[in-house]
């Protein structure tokens, strides 16, 4: 099956500064890479998403790099901001396309230092 | 307003005891799965269901059990025989394949 690494477990940044999150898997076959973020006691939401056939996607603040020969994938947020303070998990779906369930990542928890 | 939607919010288990948490979504999504959550332990697939009345096992199915008779609803009925059930469960709806997930507020199981 699917196996997903994450790093860090946590990353402090001052405000107005960028963090990057950065993730590999194991699956060669995995074609598709979320990125959730989950606030404390809420569910996680997601937040930007990339397929295989791309190499980066942005959307405002956020973006995600794909890097298919490496088998990895990162997530950057620009400007950081108090409300960007939350846990972040990436996912990857395995040679099942998803359809079979994501394997997650374990989390990465960013604070936003004032 | 569609979404999808947990219950109980908070559970409490006795010794012995099985306890069905409940998750319907009026998404019309075809595919649905249940996750437990652990800290520092991401997210695990417990089960996952792709089509009415038909469910497959996930990573940590051991001591869980799930039904699926309607599209709406995908139950999930933590056993007995699950040992360690303390944890907070998610249950998570998508249009199937790669596509991303809807998840429900989540409901936190204590044992007492």
């Known amino acids: 099956g699917e196996n997903v690494e994450q790093h860090p477990s946590t990353l402090s940044v001052q405000e107005g500064d960028s963090a990057v999150i950065k993730c590999t898997y194991s699956d060669s076959a995995s074609n598709y890479f979320p990125w959730y973020k989950q606030e404390l006691g809420k569910r996680p939401q997601l937040i930007i998403d990339?397929?295989?056939?791309?190499g980066e996607k942005k959307d405002q603040r956020i973006a995600v790099t794909l890097n298919k020969t490496a088998k990895h994938f990162s997530l950057h947020i620009t400007e950081t901001q108090p409300e960007d303070s939350a846990v972040y998990f990436c996912?990857?779906?395995?040679?099942?396309?998803?359809?079979?369930?994501?394997?997650f990542g374990k989390g990465t928890h960013l604070i936003i230092q004032p | 307003d569609g979404g999808i939607t947990q219950s109980p919010k908070y559970l409490f288990r006795k010794e012995g005891q099985n306890v069905t948490l409940s998750c319907e979504q009026n998404?019309?999504?075809?595919?649905m799965y249940w996750y437990r959550q652990d800290p520092g332990q991401g997210l695990r697939l417990i089960y996952y269901?792709?089509?009415?009345?038909?469910?497959q096992k996930g990573d940590i199915a051991e001591g869980y059990s799930v039904s699926r008779e309607k599209k709406e609803s995908f139950p999930l009925t933590v056993t007995s025989a699950q040992k360690n059930p303390t944890a907070f469960y998610l249950c998570a709806s998508s249009r199937g394949g790669s596509y991303g997930y809807t998840f429900g507020s989540g409901t936190r199981l204590t044992v007492v």
């Open positions: 990339i397929r295989s056939n791309v």
């Open positions: 996912a990857a779906p395995g040679a099942g396309g998803g359809a079979d369930g994501l394997t």
């Open positions: 269901s792709q089509i009415v009345n038909d469910f």
């Open positions: 998404l019309n999504h075809d595919a």
